[in-house]
């Protein structure tokens, strides 16, 4: 394997032209990861066909820096404007714009930046050195295991829903309800539709989050009575220190592990990693108030991790012929479009190919490293831009980002409708991050949870006789009531301190 690797690398950097090629896709990526609407899977889809008269290298390689420079570049108006470039970046507003907002957006953007380096840069060595046994465990999730993944994903609800416990629950509740509208997953019979064909999948998900995040957003801004005056926020400066490395270091690390485990999985994706290393991350904090009010920690562990995923998605890809996430189904498509088959012989017939291609990998991380840490000085003076200019391009983004999915101008309602809400969940202090959470879970919970019911002929026993299944649940149930335990017991504190000074007062 080492002489592999080796021989990747030389070959790789005996072609300047194939290094040219994945810097360009990494800068593409980033342009697109960064546009509201425009994710890392239309980018590889709309790049594929350029890639049919290409050297299979260039042409894989090409896909590639586009997949891993979307994924990073979603973080960048998440940062700046509380809009998710990607689904994989939702989970950065939480803590990134709070860190705008305290004239740290520039520091948030490097941090982001060095974090996704890490988080992907190390998941491709993973994928590089363990592809075979970490395929082997990802065979061993079928629908009870990806049933109990997902409600590990919504059990976070109550760590990610800020100030009120309560306002978070009914916010996941209503994100799951929403998640019921469309086709039935088992029986394929329509649920609250109303007749109408364009919801019939379901309502989208990226319009909903497009409006629930960025368009909120704009609306509060139009409400400004200063608008024509520049933003107040001014960015204090780029540079990362030593203590920040020693306090985000460990957060990175953890989440890349989560990140690249679950993103060997084949159905969970950037989103779902990026939300639960959010919540471990907040888990292993001391500080766990402070998150969603500005922490590097929830930042470095959203970015890591949705970085990592991609490393992880590639396992099953090579390795078994399944594609982890949709980005790389696509890339299935532009692999057997080169002649090449996926699977257990993939490294036995390609591998001086796929060697030189997990170099090539490498090579884009440092590139997206390079080009993130030189433009973050840039990036951070959106936060400038008078918001007479402002306002209405990220409305115009947030338009054009919804129609582009499906050339569907209903999606732009859709994105109004949740625009609107998310105005006023702002309004009344609702956080919007459970609803996006439930859209992203709720119908794979559901899905999974009635196709391990058919596998067991309606027993019950499945979830708790499969270890991995079981660990799951349990591990669910614990993440859910941990910070209700915690709530309550602060209530009864303060209760009981209340009587204690009324009785010392008397």
């Known amino acids: 394997m080492t002489e592999l690797i080796g021989q990747g690398f030389l070959t790789l950097f005996s072609q300047p032209s194939v290094i040219v090629i994945a810097i360009l896709g990494v800068t593409i990526g980033i342009i697109i990861g960064a546009l509201p609407g425009l994710t890392a899977t239309m980018g590889v889809a709309l790049l594929l066909p350029l890639t049919f008269g290409m050297e299979p290298i260039s042409g894989l390689l090409l896909l590639s820096g586009v997949y891993f420079g979307g994924v990073y570049g979603g973080a960048i108006p998440a940062i700046l404007l509380r809009t998710p470039g990607t689904p994989a970046s939702a989970a950065t507003t939480l803590d990134g714009y709070a860190l705008t907002q305290k004239g740290m957006g520039g520091k948030a953007l490097s941090i982001a930046t060095i974090s996704a380096f890490t988080g992907g840069f190390?998941?491709?060595?993973?994928l590089m050195f363990l592809s075979p046994v970490l395929s082997n465990f990802a065979l061993k999730f079928s629908a009870p295991e990806s049933f109990a993944l997902a409600v590990f994903g919504l059990s976070i609800v109550a760590s990610i829903s800020g100030g009120s416990l309560i306002k978070g629950l009914i916010a996941g509740v209503i994100g799951l309800l929403i998640a019921t509208i469309g086709l039935d997953p088992i029986q394929g019979f329509p649920r609250f539709t109303g007749g109408n064909s364009n919801i019939m999948n379901g309502i989208p998900?990226?319009?909903?989050?497009?409006?629930?995040?960025?368009?909120?957003?704009?609306?509060?801004?139009l409400e400004e009575i200063n608008i024509v005056q520049k933003m107040t926020m001014k960015i204090?400066?780029?540079?990362?220190?030593?203590k920040d490395f020693k306090t985000v270091g460990p957060t990175v690390l953890r989440s890349t592990g989560v990140g690249t485990a679950i993103g060997i999985i084949p159905g969970a994706g950037g989103d779902i990693a990026a939300f639960v290393a959010y919540n471990e991350a907040k888990r292993f904090n001391k500080d766990k108030e402070g998150f969603g009010k500005g922490k590097l920690e929830g930042v470095a562990a959203a970015e890591s991790a949705g970085n990592a995923c991609t490393g992880g998605a590639f396992v099953p890809l090579l390795t078994l012929g399944i594609p982890g996430d949709s980005v790389t189904a696509v890339m299935l498509g532009a692999l057997m479009v080169q002649g090449i088959q996926p699977g257990p012989m993939l490294f036995q017939n390609n591998g001086n190919l796929i060697y030189t291609l997990f170099s090539g990998m490498l090579l884009c991380y440092i590139a997206m490293l390079i080009i993130g840490l030189f433009m973050a000085r840039y990036f951070a003076k959106v936060v400038e831009i008078p918001k007479a200019i402002l306002t209405p391009a990220i409305l115009m983004l947030c338009v054009v980002g919804s129609y582009a999915i499906n050339n569907n101008v209903f999606d732009i309602i859709i994105m109004i409708i949740a625009g609107i809400i998310g105005y006023y969940m702002q309004k009344f202090d609702f956080p919007a991050s459970p609803i996006v959470l439930a859209l992203i879970l709720g119908p794979m919970a559901e899905g999974q949870f009635r196709r391990a019911l058919s596998l067991s002929n309606g027993?019950?026993?499945?979830?708790y006789t499969?270890?991995?299944?079981?660990?799951?649940?349990?591990?669910a149930i614990l993440t859910f009531f941990l910070p209700v335990i915690k709530s309550i017991l602060g209530m009864w504190k303060k209760r009981n301190d209340s009587i204690n000074n009324n009785r010392r007062s008397a």
């Open 466 to 475: 499969r270890p991995i299944t079981a660990v799951l649940l349990t591990l």
């Open 236 to 242: 204090k400066g780029i540079g990362v220190t030593k």
């Open 459 to 463: 027993s019950f026993d499945i979830f």
């Open 205 to 221: 998900f990226i319009p909903v989050m497009i409006g629930l995040f960025a368009a909120s957003e704009a609306f509060k801004s």
């Open 122 to 126: 190390i998941s491709i060595i993973i």
